[in-house]
């Protein structure tokens, strides 16, 4: 299955990510995380964001905020990779 018919699959509805963070696929270039816990890391390549158990990477191009609230992070460009590192101690 090609990575846009996987992304619309699991983000539609929107994914949970533990700890009360979701994440939805608006359109093909909108992205928007709920409960996050603050912006770690912000290029137009990559974008890490801190959650409460954890943090997701996107990966992209010309990844930029459109809007950002202390419960809601809107994210636009062409995302085309999330991962959920392990962090350290954990």
């Known amino acids: 299955m090609a990575y ?3 992304i619309k699959r699991v983000f539609q509805g929107g994914a949970g990510l ?3 963070s979701e994440i939805y696929l ?3 270039s909108v992205v928007v995380l709920s409960g996050h816990k603050g912006l770690l890391s912000l290029s137009p390549e990559e974008v890490v964001v ?3 158990e954890g ?8 990844l ?12 636009q460009g062409r ?7 392990r962090e350290e101690g954990r």
């Open 26 to 28: 608006l359109d093909r």
């Open 64 to 75: 930029r905020v459109q809007k950002i609230s202390p419960s809601e992070v809107y994210l």
């Open 50 to 52: 801190r959650l409460k």
């Open 79 to 85: 995302v085309l990779s999330l991962s959920f590192p």
């Open 18 to 20: 533990g700890g009360g």
């Open 4 to 6: 846009s018919e996987d």
């Open 55 to 62: 943090v997701v990477v996107l990966s992209g191009e010309e």
